[in-house]
């Protein structure tokens, strides 16, 4: 008989489908995923618009989307998941154990309550303690989270800063998995080189310039404005800025950008809208330099650094952004610079650029070390889960 998983989870991702795919595909594996949020469109708050990836995120593996009664829908806040039938669709289903990402719906702690002690209770999520909160707000989280996590049999943590919080919130090392934080390195990693070449050329971008890019939703938490300031107190002519995205910070960055010069062009800082998954790693190789400046809350890892490194470049980041101590090696692939320290961004990127070749070598470093953080890692962690449970 094979081991029956069901997985909870709010809506189809693309980080998650292939891995679902991947464990659907084991003989001895039998999965469903429950998608809470109620249907297969997301709105997408930080883009600021209605996200239809054009790569498959339904294939290769069962699901169900559930009835969300809730009267405001939304995965942005506690009451905008709520799945009267939740229990029973998973009762049905008749799970050896359930994967949970994320408690804090009204639906997802429904389920972790209700088949507590019934069948095994797994749960994944990517939250860290890098963020400052009031003592209070600490207490009152610690009082809620140590109750939360109580009702989980094993934690699987994506890195070094999310295990720290688990630690923290009464979880036992003993229930504790390292499942690493993943996409799949093999698309990103792809030889796209013609068509980023092609991009280049299109942006006025020489092949012997340097190319810093941002890649995301321009909202505060990012801190692309930051980035902004840095390339415009570096000032170095070979040197371009390339931010691909939308959201709440566009017409600033671009206002920002016509006040320092005549256009974008002549200040070498060129924008791209939202790209969607099939076209955004040949951004990614078009670029030389990966910036993500994120100052918080919330910058719980930041895959788009995975994205970078499976793409062969160097990486800038700051220390607010969950993945760094995991991800980047000072002076090998990149370095961490103090979040919203606008002189310590510009000599970092100062270092940075001053020599295309070492840029190339710390990317091919970068895609040496996200070899240990890949989709294949991660399914072999759940399917070890699962024998062991059997």
């Known amino acids: 008989m094979p081991f029956r998983l069901a997985i909870l989870t709010t809506h189809p991702i693309q980080y998650y489908a292939p891995l679902f795919k991947t464990l659907a595909s084991t003989k001895f594996v039998e999965l469903k995923v429950f998608y809470t949020l109620g249907d297969n469109e997301h709105i997408d708050v930080g883009f600021g618009k209605k996200i239809n990836w054009d790569i498959p995120l339904l294939e290769g593996y069962a699901y169900e989307f559930l009835l969300n009664s809730a009267k405001d829908k939304g995965s942005e806040h506690f009451t905008g998941i709520r799945n009267p039938e939740v229990v029973n669709r998973i009762k049905a289903f008749a799970p050896d154990a359930i994967l949970i990402y994320g408690w804090s719906y009204f639906s997802h702690l429904k389920t972790i309550r209700y088949f507590c002690g019934k069948v095994p209770v797994w749960f994944r999520g990517d939250s860290t303690l890098i963020d400052p909160s009031p003592f209070w707000k600490k207490t009152i989280r610690m009082q809620i989270l140590k109750w939360v996590y109580k009702h989980i049999d094993t934690a699987f943590y994506v890195g070094s800063q999310n295990k720290a919080y688990f630690k923290a919130f009464g979880i036992n090392e003993s229930k504790l998995v390292f499942a690493p ?78 006040l320092n010069a005549q256009d974008e062009k002549a200040l070498r800082v060129h924008f791209l809208d939202f790209q969607n998954q099939s076209q955004i790693p040949v951004v990614y190789q078009a670029g030389n330099l990966f910036c993500l ?98």
């Open 181 to 258: 934080h993943s996409i799949d390195n093999d698309r990103f990693g792809e030889d796209r080189s013609n068509e980023a070449l092609a991009l280049r050329k299109k942006l006025g971008i020489n092949q012997n310039e340097i190319l810093i890019l941002f890649a995301g939703k321009f909202e505060e938490k990012k801190d692309p404005l930051i980035l902004l300031e840095a390339f415009i107190k570096l000032n170095k002519s070979d040197t371009h800025l390339l931010f691909v995205g939308n959201g709440d910070l566009e017409k600033q960055l671009k206002e920002k950008v016509l």
């Open 293 to 390: 400046p994120s100052k918080g809350p919330g910058e719980t890892w930041g895959l788009a650094v995975n994205e970078a490194m499976a793409s062969g470049k160097a990486i800038l980041i700051s220390d607010k952004v969950g993945c760094a101590i995991d991800l980047v090696k000072d002076k090998e692939n990149g370095y961490i610079f103090k979040s919203g320290n606008l002189t310590d961004l510009t000599n970092k990127l100062d270092i940075l650029t001053n020599d295309i070749q070492h840029l190339k070598n710390m990317g091919q470093y970068s895609k040496k070390l996200i070899k240990n953080w890949s989709l294949q890692k991660q399914a072999e962690v759940y399917i070890k889960q699962i024998q062991i449970a059997e």
